[in-house]
Nanobody
């Protein structure tokens, strides 16, 4: 079992920045960690992922605005969000997937609200 604890959400004005963090309780093998988000009335969608080896994947709508990174030694992934827009308002969920067998875990989510 892997517990994911997110932090860093809150309220920010449009154009501002925010950094999310997600700490995994342990490492169970090579994995992909990342962030998904779900806005009210919408489906959950991919934001960005990063593998243990550093391979990156971003949704088109966040390219050049968001940056994902990780500290493998601390089993922690970060999401730096810049130039935030009201449409970025959502609950952001941390995700962990073990590459070997696809075992996956979700955090409880952290709310990011961007005011106009």
């Amino acid at each position: 079992q892997v517990q994911l604890v997110e932090s860093g959400g809150g309220l920010v004005q449009a154009g501002g920045s925010m950094r999310l963090s997600c700490a995994a309780s342990r490492n169970i093998g090579s994995n992909i960690m990342g962030w998904y988000r779900q806005a009210p009335g919408k489906q959950r969608e991919l934001v960005a992922t990063i593998s243990t080896g550093g391979s990156l994947n971003y949704a088109d709508f966040v390219k050049d605005r968001f940056a994902i990174s990780r500290d493998n030694g601390k089993n922690t992934v970060f999401l730096q969000m810049n130039s935030l827009k009201p449409e970025d308002t959502a609950v952001y969920y941390c995700h962990y997937r073990r590459i070997l067998d696809g075992m996956e875990y979700w955090g409880k989510g952290t709310l990011v609200t961007v005011s106009s």
